[in-house]
């Protein structure tokens, strides 16, 4: 029961290529969704049972970040890949969100020597919001009000992660809003004085 955690981790990682594989071989957009759709609800289950068995760890919520990172990345390329018309019309937001989101990677290893593995609500918000919009794209053919929603989500959640990580002195994870970075920073600071 202890290893449920990392298969489903596991699960979503193997998801990754076979998310790519399906695009390329042409698969239809009902399959890539339903990967897709597989992959999260792995990903929702896994921190939940973590939590529950409490091995909700830093280890674990830092690999658990990177294979979303990985996922997500990769069902990405198979959007753009099956459908480039999507690419061609949205290119100038999916370029400003990936270099947001790789910028702030790049700041978190820069400051704290790793990825920051927040899990805050708005990345919660913001993988179901992918979910929704690679939907709307693969069940349609083309991208609508819910693929411009994940990627407006996409930008809040990145800038809510940024103001967190420049705000905090040290690493920290599992923090679910701003406001409780603020609150965490605070009470560090109180007992260091």
Same mark, same amino acid.
Request: proline share 2%; glycine share 8%.
């Given at each position: 029961?202890?290893?449920?955690?990392?298969?489903?981790?596991?699960?979503?990682?193997?998801? %990754?290529?076979?998310? $790519?594989?399906?695009? &390329?071989?042409?698969?239809?957009?009902?399959?890539?969704?339903? *990967?897709? @759709? /597989? !992959?999260?609800?792995?990903?929702?289950?896994?921190?939940?049972?973590?939590?529950?068995?409490?091995?909700?760890?830093?280890?674990?919520?830092?690999?658990?970040?990177?294979?979303?990172?990985?996922?997500?990345?990769? %069902?990405?390329?198979? $959007?753009?890949?099956? &459908?480039?018309?999507?690419?061609?019309?949205?290119?100038?937001? *999916?370029? @400003? /969100? !990936?270099?947001?989101?790789?910028?702030?990677?790049?700041?978190?290893?820069?400051?704290?020597?790793?990825?920051?593995?927040?899990?805050?609500?708005?990345?919660?918000?913001?993988?179901?919001?992918?979910?929704?919009?690679?939907?709307?794209?693969?069940?349609?053919?083309?991208?609508?009000?819910?693929?411009?929603?994940?990627?407006?989500?996409?930008?809040?959640?990145?800038?809510?992660?940024?103001?967190?990580?420049?705000?905090?002195?040290?690493?920290?994870?599992?923090?679910?809003?701003?406001?409780?970075?603020?609150?965490?920073?605070?009470?560090?600071?109180?007992?260091?004085?």
């Amino acid at each position: 029961m202890k290893a449920l955690p990392w298969v489903l981790i596991g699960v979503r990682l193997v998801f %990754a290529p076979v998310i $790519l594989v399906a695009a &390329f071989m042409g698969w239809r957009g009902s399959t890539l969704f339903a *990967i897709a @759709a /597989l !992959a999260m609800l792995a990903d929702l289950f896994d921190g939940v049972i973590a939590r529950k068995l409490r091995l909700d760890t830093e280890r674990i919520r830092q690999v658990d970040s990177r294979v979303d990172t990985v996922f997500y990345f990769a %069902a990405g390329i198979a $959007l753009l890949y099956r &459908f480039p018309a999507v690419w061609h019309r949205y290119e100038p937001w *999916i370029v @400003a /969100l !990936a270099i947001v989101e790789l910028g702030r990677m790049a700041f978190e290893w820069r400051k704290f020597g790793r990825a920051a593995a927040y899990h805050m609500w708005s990345a919660k918000a913001w993988g179901l919001a992918m979910l929704l919009g690679f939907g709307e794209v693969t069940l349609s053919g083309r991208a609508g009000v819910l693929f411009i929603l994940a990627l407006a989500v996409g930008f809040v959640t990145n800038l809510e992660g940024l103001a967190a990580s420049i705000l905090f002195r040290q690493w920290h994870y599992d923090v679910a809003t701003f406001w409780h970075a603020l609150r965490i920073e605070r009470q560090l600071r109180s007992t260091q004085a």
